[in-house]
């Protein structure tokens, strides 16, 4: 079975920390936490089943507004934007290896279209557990 969950905010100003600690085996530890803020946020809190493939999750952003993302899977999972078929953009999410993207970081936008749905495929062999938060304007 599929369990999915979508939380909507809109219209007021929500803020997301990001913090990133490195702690070397020997040396002092580096720390830094990063803010990000806009009006509206999708939260991902679902579980998708083992052979569970091409399974839609609603969710809409322009991804010129996004200001950060951030999702991670207990298992190895596929996710797809847009089309199960003919995806905008395919992701390989790692086993407890977050996914994460801010709008003052290295690389360009990780979408190549706005963002309607996705579709996540698990052939982990055991339910993943998937997690995040997705930050953008919608009124920029």
Known sequence: A?????????????SMSLKLTVEPS??????KTTT???DSQI??????ANGGTNIEHVVAFDKDSLQAIYLVS???VTLK???SG???DTIALLAN???IWADDGYIAVPFSADVTKFYWTNASGTTANIQGKILWDATP
């Open 2 to 14: 599929v369990v999915a969950g979508l939380l909507l905010s809109a219209m007021c100003l929500i």
């Open 43 to 48: 939260q991902v809190d679902l579980a998708v």
């Open 26 to 31: 020997s040396g002092s530890s580096i720390s």
């Open 86 to 88: 003919s995806p905008a």
């Open 97 to 99: 290896v977050p996914f």
């Open 74 to 76: 207990d298992q190895d």
């Open 36 to 38: 990000y803020s806009a």
């Open 81 to 83: 934007t847009n089309s």
